[in-house]
């Protein structure tokens, strides 16, 4: 059923936002729940450029509503929109609205931006009427229609639009330029009358897109609104409009009136009241004037505005005592859920969380390490392995220690390109993928043939040493399982060509380390693997291990914090972190030259295939 001229909003009323104003949409949204509407009131909203979906709620709903990056696009797609508020600034509102006004579908077009020239203001005027269009605007916060559709932020807030019966239709129209009075109104209509059925502010900018009788006409058409209330202001003809109206008889309705400003004449000639328009150069153009005439020709005029509500809850109360109008009763409105962040800021909600974090924190004003500001981080010039300490084991390190970490990752940041983790690292370069996936590549081969043995060997040495094995039952007991000993065994290195980073690393842990026991254990295993076979030496990755496991006893760990850092396999994050810095340094490298995509030579390859059929 298509909707009278005189009523621009129902409860079926769909509207177009111009601007990513989610606030305001969702104000809708919840205005519309509260209604108990069948269908959200926000269509779709346009945000130049872009095309995508964005999720509000509908009470407890999560809806999806489309963003498109034109008017057009929006219109196209959605065939009941016939409202579009404009949140557009005042520099592309003029654009805007006329594109707007210029399509099809477009009935009322709502303008919010302020300070729009007023000839840009006049123009689209002529266009709108033209068309048979509406303009609520510019400068306005819009308006809504009780129980129906509410545009923006009109009406406050969701308590204030119960409070003021505002999610069910009345019998009152009202119509001012001021929207921020316009709340005030229609919590004084709720309290003294059965409610609003409608409300406009039409903008306080001095030319405005429609005029305050334009509005209390469509009212006077209406038959569901029962009485009128206007709030006019100092300055202009609008309300002068308005009285040849009443006195013509084209409003019959009760109407209860006031014209604000009445304090302008204690003021200095000339100045503004409030709106653009509010100034009064005449004395035509007082409040005292318009009130007075007004009240005149039979309009309900008020000796000061706190009477205002003196007056409209006589007017009504007569319209019910002579038998014109039966009160609408109330009805109770649904409760809007609180949204979860608003009510954890009021403190009425507790949850319980999904993560936990005990190393860094984010939330406040300043980032911290384990307690630690990163302001003093950097201005004590902690180190890398301060910072490790930090972030894997929640407490800074002495000196020694966090040189080990240093140390560590220096020694393991590469070993050359032939390396099974480096040698993927370069191929996928020149695969021409990125560095995040080079990188990766060559990390997935971390295990415990190649740099994962850090973890594994502490775990092997400690476990036998915690276990009072000698070093020939540790060996025997492994072979025995059928293990190989992690950390022990080098492909080139041996006794005779000793690998380098473990001579370093021995030599900085015998000068630095309070104590180290299981070192020592493992050079005795070491002296009886390397009697069978000359390259069966403890490792890099077998120093390390037992290494970090003596830094740990150094630091005076318990025996429980110190198996929870082996049993989770932590420490081969100090090859890992380490060896990164060479697989970037390799990828980096192969990019530099501009290396080709790597085929592996026939020749290197032994086919051995079944004879051929």
């Given amino acids: 059923m298509a909707r009278p001229s005189y009523q621009l909003f129902d409860r079926d009323t769909r509207a177009l936002i111009f601007g990513m104003q989610v606030n305001a949409a969702q104000r809708m949204l919840d205005f519309d729940f509260c209604c108990k509407r069948e269908k959200p ?46 949140f557009a600034s005042f520099r592309s509102a003029y654009e805007t609205s006329l594109s707007a006004l210029q399509t099809t579908q477009i009935r009322t077009l709502v303008i919010i ?43 406050g807030t969701i308590d204030n639009i119960v409070l003021s019966k505002l999610h069910r239709a009345g019998s009152v129209g009202f119509v001012s330029k001021s929207g921020g009075m316009s709340n005030e109104v229609y919590n004084i209509i709720s309290r003294n009358t059965d409610g609003l059925f409608e409300g406009i502010a039409i903008g306080g900018d ?35 409009r308005i009285y040849d109206a009443v006195k013509s008889g084209k409003i019959k309705k009760p109407l209860v009136m006031w014209v604000t400003g009445t304090s ?58 002579t038998g014109k109008h039966s009160p609408i009763p109330d009805v109770q409105a649904p409760q809007i859920p609180m949204n979860y962040k608003e009510a954890a800021a009021r403190n009425l909600v507790r949850r319980p969380t999904n993560f936990t974090c005990t190393i860094s924190d984010d939330s406040g004003d300043e980032l911290l390490y ?69 990188v990766a590549a060559g990390m997935l081969t971390i295990g415990p043939r190649f740099g994962g043995a850090v973890a594994g060997a502490a775990l092997h040495f400690k476990g036998a040493n915690d276990a009072k094995l000698t070093p020939s039952e540790f060996i025997a007991d492994m072979k025995k399982k059928n293990i190989k000993i992690q950390g022990i065994g080098h492909r080139v290195k041996s006794l005779k060509n000793p690998d380098m980073r473990v001579v370093l690393l021995k030599k900085f842990a015998t000068e630095n380390f309070p104590k180290t026991p299981l070192l020592n254990y493992a050079l005795e295993v070491e002296k009886l693997t390397t009697s069978k076979k000359d390259t069966l030496i403890l490792n890099v990755d077998g120093s390390i291990g037992v290494l970090a496991v003596d830094m740990m006893y150094g630091l005076g760990w318990d025996e429980e914090r110190i198996k929870t850092v082996i049993n989770s396999g932590g420490l081969n994050g100090l090859f890992m972190l380490g060896r990164t810095i060479g697989f970037i340094g390799h990828y980096m490298d192969q990019a530099r030259m501009q290396a080709e995509l790597y085929r592996h030579p026939w020749e290197d390859v032994l086919y051995d295939l079944p004879p051929t059929v």
């Fill in 113 to 155: 931006a302020e300070g729009i020239p007023e000839r840009f203001s006049r123009h689209l005027r002529a266009v709108a009427l033209k068309n048979g269009k509406n303009i609520i605007g510019p400068a306005t916060v819009g308006g809504l229609a009780s129980g129906a559709f509410k545009i923006g932020n009109t009406g």
């Fill in 264 to 321: 302008l004449k204690y003021m200095p000639k000339g100045i503004q009241f409030g709106h653009a328009g509010a100034k009064a150069d005449a004395k035509r153009e007082t409040a005292e004037a318009k009130n007075t005439a007004l009240r005149e020709i039979g309009v309900i005029v008020p000796k000061s505005f706190d009477d205002f509500d003196k007056a409209i809850k006589e007017t009504f109360d007569r319209l019910v005592a």
């Fill in 206 to 240: 001095a030319y405005a897109g429609s005029n305050l009788l334009e509005h209390l006409l469509r009212y006077e058409e209406n038959p569901a609104i029962k009485m009128l209330v206007c709030l006019g202001e100092v300055g202009g003809e609008e309300e002068w």
């Fill in 370 to 438: 384990a307690g630690h500001k990163i302001s003093k981080v950097i201005s004590e010039n902690y180190s890398i392995g301060d910072v490790i300490g930090l972030l894997w084991f929640k407490e800074k390190l002495p000196t020694w220690a966090a040189k080990f970490i240093e140390i560590v990752i220096k020694l393991c940041a590469d070993h050359g390109p032939c390396v099974s983790g480096a040698h993927n690292t370069i191929v996928t370069a020149r695969a021409g993928k990125d560095l995040m996936s080079a």
């Fill in 41 to 86: 009131s926000v269509a779709a909203m346009v945000d130049p450029g872009r095309s995508e979906m964005s999720k509000f709620f509908f009470g407890k709903k999560e809806i999806f509503i489309p963003v498109y990056p034109d008017i057009q696009s929006a219109l196209s797609a959605h065939s009941d929109i016939d409202v579009m508020i404009n």
